[in-house]
């Protein structure tokens, strides 16, 4: 049941645009986002619930298509902080058992 | 911050010993989980509680088994490790929205 995630790695230059996408076989009931630095526990980035709303973090933002069970994470005009590996977690039914996909290591360049 | 503290952090031991790890909270949060995390494969659900002496499994639950017997401890362990679980382990709060994680813990088994 672990979500599926592309792609697998992206490397960017500082000011380019990236997106992370994640999938789900089954109906999702929330799509976490979290964001991990090399050595260092994941740390959240934001929450979508049903319905589609879309909500955002600094120049971070995210959307979630209910129907698909997919959401996607945009990383707008990327900074060199934004290097790292993003984890989407995926609830099913409100069951409260987060499930991970295996990341999308993102590396931004000068 | 969530106040999540794991110990140990490091730890090398020989296939076929017990081995306990250790979760303690100080944000009174209902949920609390354990991770695994391996190159390749993202975090993986081990176990997961929902309350004292409430707990459930995850995606790669044998050879493991939890305990929690107060709000703020839970605890994993390994009956008899084997090299397979050689990895690095996280434990996670749940706050209102988001999961909150620990530092980790490094496990090596020889």
């Known amino acids: 049941q672990q979500p599926v995630q592309s792609p697998q790695a992206v490397i960017l230059r500082e000011g380019e645009d990236a997106v992370i996408n994640c999938s789900s076989s089954?109906?999702?009931?929330?799509v976490h986002w979290y964001r991990q630095k090399h050595g260092e526990a994941p740390v959240f980035l934001m929450i979508l619930l049903k319905g589609g709303e879309q909500k955002g973090h600094e120049k971070i933002s995210a959307s979630f298509n209910e129907k698909k069970q997919q959401s996607s994470l945009y990383l707008t005009a990327s900074q060199l902080s934004y290097s790292g590996t993003y984890f989407c977690?995926?609830?099913?039914?409100?069951?409260?058992?987060?499930?991970f996909g295996a990341g999308t290591r993102l590396t931004v360049k000068p | 911050d969530a106040g999540i503290t794991q110990s140990p952090r490091h730890k090398v031991t020989e296939t076929g010993t017990p081995v306990t790890l250790r979760c303690h909270q100080t944000e009174n949060h209902r949920y609390m989980y354990w991770y695994r995390q391996d190159p390749g494969h993202g975090l993986r659900l081990i176990h997961y509680s929902y309350g004292v002496k409430d707990t459930d499994k995850g995606e790669v639950s044998d050879g493991y088994s939890v305990s929690r017997s107060k709000t703020e401890d839970f605890l994993l362990t390994l009956e008899s490790a084997t090299s397979s679980q050689t990895s690095v382990y996280f434990c996670a709060t749940r706050g209102p929205g988001e999961l909150f994680f620990g530092e980790g813990s490094r496990l090596t088994v020889l």
């Open positions: 977690g995926t609830e099913i039914g409100g069951g409260n058992d987060m499930r």
């Open positions: 089954k109906a999702l009931y929330s």
